[in-house]
């Protein structure tokens, strides 16, 4: 029952409201920017999480 609970989960994509597809990506660098993210902190939310989910992967 816990694995076709989790492939349920898997299968079924959850997005963001406003972040639907990558065209979206501006309207999250927007946010964390009023919100007062740096600019290193944004590099590291953007492009550090990503790099280190494709090295994972791979």
């Given at each position: 029952k816990v694995r076709t609970?989790?492939?349920?989960?898997?299968?079924?994509?959850?997005?963001?409201?406003?972040?639907?597809?990558?065209?979206h990506a501006r309207n999250l660098t927007r946010k964390l920017i009023e919100r007062g993210f740096s600019d290193q902190e944004i590099e590291k939310i953007l492009r550090g999480n990503w790099l280190r989910i494709l090295e994972g992967a791979l």
């Amino acid at each position: 029952k816990v694995r076709t609970e989790l492939a349920a989960k898997l299968t079924k994509p959850h997005f963001i409201p406003d972040l639907t597809n990558h065209s979206h990506a501006r309207n999250l660098t927007r946010k964390l920017i009023e919100r007062g993210f740096s600019d290193q902190e944004i590099e590291k939310i953007l492009r550090g999480n990503w790099l280190r989910i494709l090295e994972g992967a791979l």
